[in-house]
């Protein structure tokens, strides 16, 4: 287990809506990303949070948004949301300084399926 | 800009069999490389990285060498296991990442027989 916790586990929810997205860090990780997996593809980069604020991004549009709070915990929320955003959402959790590339520790995931 | 491919899976290996997972990339400058596990259901572990040219990553008997001239980082296993059965992805990040943003390949599934 990596410590990096995620909620929910799956989600089902119709295009137009809103969802939000979880993660709990490791401890002692002062950053975390968020990655989307689509079925049968690679995780890709949406964002990374750093000292709570947006700290390089990905190709994703702005309705894909996040949060990190003091304790390192975070949030990704998604608005209007459309069929392609049907995929697996990966957190994880890293320490800035760790050396080049730095290990980053993956969640189980949250899987997210819009009908 | 940067990108990993990978060789499409599924492959299917009987136990003790020699693995290969091939992983070639494209990258400015000299990015660090990584090979994550996907085992069913749960979420990508790290298995090995390698950090700059011919260095060598290890890890659970794989191995991986860093080629700068032929831009790849080819997994390789002597004797797989069933429990080696997993998606396997390999991964860049730039040398001057913090850490946070990996680019990844497509996956490759491995399925193991006894």
């Known amino acids: 287990e990596t410590g990096v916790t995620q909620s929910p586990t799956h989600l089902i929810k119709t295009r137009g809506q809103q969802v939000t997205l979880r993660c709990s860090s490791q401890?002692?990780?002062?950053?975390v990303s968020w990655y989307q997996q689509a079925l049968g593809q690679g995780p890709q980069f949406i964002f990374q949070?750093?000292?709570?604020?947006?700290?390089g991004r990905g190709n994703f549009p702005p309705r894909f948004s996040g949060l990190q709070f003091p304790n390192y915990s975070s949030e990704l929320n998604v608005n209007a949301l459309e069929l392609d955003d049907s995929a697996l959402y990966l957190c994880a959790s890293s320490l800035i300084g760790g050396g080049a590339g730095g290990e980053l520790f993956f969640g189980e995931g949250s899987r997210l399926t819009v009908l | 800009g940067d990108s990993v491919t990978q060789m499409e899976g599924p492959v299917t290996l009987s136990e003790e069999a020699f693995l290969t997972i091939n992983c070639t990339y494209t990258?400015?400058?000299?990015?660090?490389l990584f090979w994550y596990v996907q085992y069913p259901g749960e979420g990508l572990q790290l298995l090995l990285k390698?950090?700059?040219?011919?260095d060598k990553g290890s890890n659970k008997g794989f191995e991986a060498t860093y080629r700068k001239e032929t831009t790849s980082f080819h997994l390789e296993k002597g004797s797989v296991q069933v429990s080696d059965s997993a998606v396997y992805f390999c991964?860049?990040?730039?040398?001057?990442?913090?850490?946070?943003?990996?680019?990844f390949g497509q996956g490759t599934e491995l399925s193991v027989k006894p």
């Open positions: 401890s002692g990780h002062n950053t």
């Open positions: 949070y750093y000292r709570e604020e947006e700290n």
């Open positions: 990258a400015t400058g000299y990015p660090s």
């Open positions: 390698a950090t700059k040219a011919d």
């Open positions: 991964a860049l990040s730039e040398r001057n990442n913090q850490g946070g943003k990996l680019i």
